[in-house]
């Protein structure tokens, strides 16, 4: 399975975007999903999770009230709306899904199996 994450691009500060991941390969159901976030020399940080098995989301707290993930069922993919961006939310975006029969939540990135490439979002002061 390959994730792919896209919807990234340079926006201004205060502007939003919306991020996709798209899974290829054999079908595919993960019921937790998640962003992370990632700038070069820091560590992989967790951004938004989503399990499925309850409905449940998740948000760091640098993000909580800015971003929304939610999940398209019948596509089996997550998205992120970002809101009111700041130049602190600049990085690789990263979409993981823990994979198929896994209903637990987590927020550290080693017990997510399956990652995608990445998608660049830039925020302009």
């Known amino acids: 399975v390959q994730l792919q994450a896209s919807g990234g691009g340079l926006v201004q500060t205060g502007g939003y975007l919306r991020l996709s991941c798209t899974a290829s390969?054999?079908?595919?159901?993960?019921?937790?999903m998640a962003w992370f976030r990632q700038n070069p020399g820091k560590e992989r940080e967790f951004v938004a999770g989503?399990?499925?098995?309850?409905?449940?989301?998740y948000y760091a707290e640098s993000v909580r009230g800015r971003f929304a993930i939610s999940r398209d069922n019948a596509k089996n993919i997550p998205y992120l709306q970002m809101n009111n961006l700041r130049p602190e939310d600049t990085a690789v975006y990263y979409c993981?899904?823990?994979?198929?029969?896994?209903?637990?939540?987590?927020?550290?990135?080693?017990?997510?199996?399956?990652w995608g490439q990445g998608t660049l979002v830039t925020v302009s002061s």
């Open positions: 993981a899904a823990r994979g198929t029969g896994i209903t637990v939540m987590t927020r550290t990135r080693q017990q997510y199996k399956y």
């Open positions: 390969g054999r079908t595919f159901n993960s019921a937790v």
């Open positions: 989503l399990n499925d098995n309850g409905g449940s989301t």
